[in-house]
């Protein structure tokens, strides 16, 4: 077990809503057919010349002020994203600049794809648990709007823009990273990707010509993986902490797709009323999903003390892993 507590979370939603019925004004696509695929009913998309660190930005200075804490007392800063401000130096030294925190506080950017969340989380516990950060703040954030074609309907619409984060800190007594399980799996690169912009292929007039700079899916691909390396996470992580299914108060699971959440449950036998879903309010917000559904599940005060909370993920790589925490 690793004592910590969640001292303060925090999440932000850019203004801008976007429902089914506006896009399918402008793509061949209805209501019905995202809704019923995916669970999705609106998102909020980033306004054209805001970057997305603004958003990690104000999620973190709401978990500072939910924390009573304020930019002094962060001793590390993990940003969780895929979308990096800029390749160089990517997007954690954005968020320290838009904080104000202090010139010497270490930061660090943490890729892996919609799981970025729960393994931001788990190197935080790492570092306060040998001591090597006095707290962190984790934010996830993301702003895929920008890197998918809005001519790929069958993309496009399930993307939203968002952040989240929280401020964790040492703790003594009963609080705490209970079980961690996390997972790569090399052999599913090819289900989400953005081929170009790298070193592998640097972006070329003839890559943006044919959209290799934005993300490509397998959807089918993606949803047959999903629900198993959740599963299969969470109950290692569930093993670790010595718990059951039944134990867990709330599950907060990535919002890539309701039926990928409803699989996943109805798979561990989980209770409906104990699995947090907002993807119809703010669809797939990738790495900051899970933040910003924990943010408003403690805001409208359904955590308390002592409950068990499993947070899962899956995504790009593929990478997938479950974190248990006591709160
Ligand atoms: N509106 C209308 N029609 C569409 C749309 C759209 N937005 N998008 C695709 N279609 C069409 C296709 O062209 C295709 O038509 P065709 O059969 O004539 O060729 C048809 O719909 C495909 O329909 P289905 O196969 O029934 O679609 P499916 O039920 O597989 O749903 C979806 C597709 C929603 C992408 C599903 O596969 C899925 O959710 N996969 C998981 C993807 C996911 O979760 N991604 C999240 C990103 S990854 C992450 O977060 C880690």
Do not use: K, N, Y
């Given at each position: 077990m690793i004592n910590l507590r969640v001292a303060g979370t925090g999440s932000y939603l850019p203004p801008t809503c976007v429902t089914n019925e506006e896009l399918a004004r402008k793509m061949e696509t209805s209501d019905e057919w995202i809704r019923s695929r995916t669970g999705i009913r609106e998102r909020r998309l980033l306004a054209?010349?805001?970057?997305p660190s603004d958003m990690g930005v104000e999620a973190a200075r709401r978990a500072l002020l939910a924390a009573g804490r304020t930019t002094e007392d962060i001793g590390l800063l993990i940003v969780a994203s895929n979308?990096?401000?800029?390749?160089?130096?990517?997007t954690a030294p954005f968020i320290s600049k838009g904080l104000g925190l202090p010139g010497d506080v270490p930061f660090l950017d943490l890729m892996a794809g919609c799981s970025g969340f729960v393994f931001a989380v788990a190197v935080a516990g790492g570092m306060l648990s040998s001591g090597t950060a006095r707290s962190v703040m984790v934010v996830g954030h993301e702003a895929l709007s920008r890197f998918v074609s809005w001519e790929d309907r069958s993309t496009c619409v399930l993307f939203g823009d968002g952040a989240g984060a929280v401020l964790l800190e040492p703790a003594a007594g009963?609080?705490?990273?209970l079980g961690v399980s996390l997972h790569g799996d090399p052999s599913k690169v090819h289900l989400l990707r953005i081929e170009s912009g790298g070193v592998r292929a640097p972006s070329t007039v003839e890559d943006v010509r044919q959209g290799r700079h934005l993300l490509k899916m397998e959807g089918e691909g993606v949803f047959r993986s999903a629900v198993h390396m959740m599963v299969r996470a969470s109950l290692e992580a569930l093993a670790h902490a010595g718990l059951g299914v039944e134990d867990v108060d709330w599950w907060i699971p990535h919002q890539a797709n309701v039926r990928i959440i409803e699989a996943f449950a109805r798979r561990l036998a989980i209770p409906e009323s104990r699995v947090f879903v907002n993807i119809d309010r703010v669809a797939n917000t990738s790495t900051a999903s899970i933040p910003i559904g924990l943010d408003e599940l403690v805001r409208a005060g359904r955590v308390r003390e002592g409950d068990v909370l499993a947070l899962t993920a899956f995504g790009a790589g593929a990478s997938y892993g479950t974190v248990v925490l006591r709160w």
């Open positions: 054209a010349g805001d970057v979308v990096f401000e800029q390749p160089v130096p990517g009963e609080s705490g990273i």
